[in-house]
C-alpha cells in the first residue's frame, strides 16, 4: 500500500528582505520580510510513502540529488511522520522549470511544494498556516511561497518561535506589477543564503544596523503595498536590498554575490529611472537582479536588460498563487 500527492509551488521574491536568525531558534528569522509570489516559475513535486521503500529518496530535476538536499527534504519529512504517526519511507520526484541552486529561489519554491505533497501523501489535511510553519523550519524564505500575491513572515520572537508561519498580505492582483529577472550566470551560486547570513552574522559589523533597520523597510513596504503606491514600493524595497548586502560584504571575509553585469545592470535601472521609467532593483543570494516595474513599462525594461553585456536572458513574473494540490491517491 503505498500513498502519494503532487503538489505545485512558485517561489518568491522578497522586496523586505529575511536576512539573518535568531540565535538558538528553529530558523526563525531576525526580522521581518515581505515577498511576492512569482507566477512564470514552477515546482511540482510528488511524494510517495511506502514500506517497501528501503529509505528516503530524492530525485531532482531527473537526476539523484546530493546528500544534502535529500538531509534537508529528510528533515522536513521527519517531522510529517512524526505529526501523522507514518514510520515509513518516501520517495520524492522534483522539478524545477527554472534554475536550481542559482540565486532563483528554487529552495522557496521546492520546500513549498514539497511541505504540501508531504503533509497530503501522509494523510493530512490541507492547512495553509502549518505547511507554511514546516517550510519555515526548512529554509525560511519558502514559508512565503504557501500563499500567493503579497506575503509577509514576522521575526521569530524568543519563546514564540516554533509556530511561526507567513500571512498573506495582499492578493496577486492588489498591484499591477512585473518583476523581470536579468540571469547573470547558469552556475550555482557559491555560498548558500544559510551559510552567507549566518557568517554576516557572526562578523559584519554592519549586521546589528541591518536588524534595527529593517523592520522600518518593512513597515515602508508593507504600507506601499496596501496602499497600490508601486513608487513608494520601488524605493523601499531597493533599500532593502541595498542594506541586505551591505551588511554581508561587511562581512569578513566579505560575503558578496555580485558579478559584473550584476552592477551594469543596477546602473542601467537608475538610467531608465533618470529618463523617466519606473524601474527598480532587488536582490537576492546570487549574482541575477530582479527589475519591478508596471506591466505596460515591462517591454521596454526587458529590452534594455537583454541588451546589456553578461545578461544572459531576461525572465518576465507576474504576482501569483500560492502552493496547491495537485492531486493524492492511494494504490496498493
Ligand atoms: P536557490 O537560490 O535556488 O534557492 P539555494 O542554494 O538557497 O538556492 O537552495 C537550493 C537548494 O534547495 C537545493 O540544493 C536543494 O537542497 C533545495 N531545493 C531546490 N529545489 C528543490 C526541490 N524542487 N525540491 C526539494 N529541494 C529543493
Ligand atoms: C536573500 O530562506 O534561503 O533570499 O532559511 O537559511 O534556508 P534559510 O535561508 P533562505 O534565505 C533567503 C534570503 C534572501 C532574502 C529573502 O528571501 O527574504
Known sequence: ????????????????????????????????????????????????????????????????????????????????????????PARIRSRNDFPTAAGLASSASGFAALAVAA??????????????????????????????????????????????PAQQVAPPDALPLRVLVAVTTERIKDTPSTGGMNHTAATSP???????????????????????????????????????????IAAAPAVLYWLGPTVEVIAAVRGLRASGVGAWCTMDAGPHVKVLCAPPDAARVASTLAAIPGVLRVLTASPGEGARLLGAEAST
Do not use: C
Not at 124 to 138: F, I, K, M, Q, T
Open 1 to 88: 500500500m503505498s500513498h502519494q500527492a503532487t503538489a505545485l509551488a512558485h517561489p518568491n521574491i522578497a522586496l523586505a528582505k529575511y536576512w539573518g536568525k535568531v540565535p538558538g531558534s528553529d530558523n526563525a528569522p531576525a526580522v521581518p520580510s515581505l515577498s511576492v509570489t512569482l507566477a512564470g516559475m514552477t515546482t511540482t513535486t510528488t511524494v510517495e510513502f511506502s514500506a517497501d521503500f528501503p529509505a528516503d529518496h530524492l530525485e531532482l530535476n531527473g537526476a539523484e540529488a546530493d546528500a544534502t538536499a535529500l538531509r534537508r527534504a529528510s528533515g522536513l519529512l521527519d517531522e510529517v511522520r512524526a505529526e501523522a504517526g507514518l514510520k515509513v
Open 119 to 164: 503533509r497530503s501523501a501522509a494523510g493530512l489535511p490541507r492547512d495553509p498556516a502549518r505547511e507554511s510553519n514546516l517550510a519555515r523550519r526548512a529554509s525560511a524564505s519558502s514559508a512565503r511561497s504557501l500563499f500567493g500575491g503579497f506575503v509577509e513572515l514576522a521575526a521569530g520572537r524568543e519563546n514564540e518561535h516554533r509556530f511561526l
Open 206 to 248: 554592519y549586521y546589528q544596523a541591518w536588524v534595527a533597520h529593517a523592520p522600518r523597510l518593512f513597515e515602508r513596504v508593507r504600507a506601499a503595498v496596501l496602499a497600490a503606491d508601486l513608487e513608494a514600493l520601488g524605493v523601499a524595497a531597493e533599500e532593502s536590498a541595498f542594506a541586505m548586502h551591505a551588511s554581508a
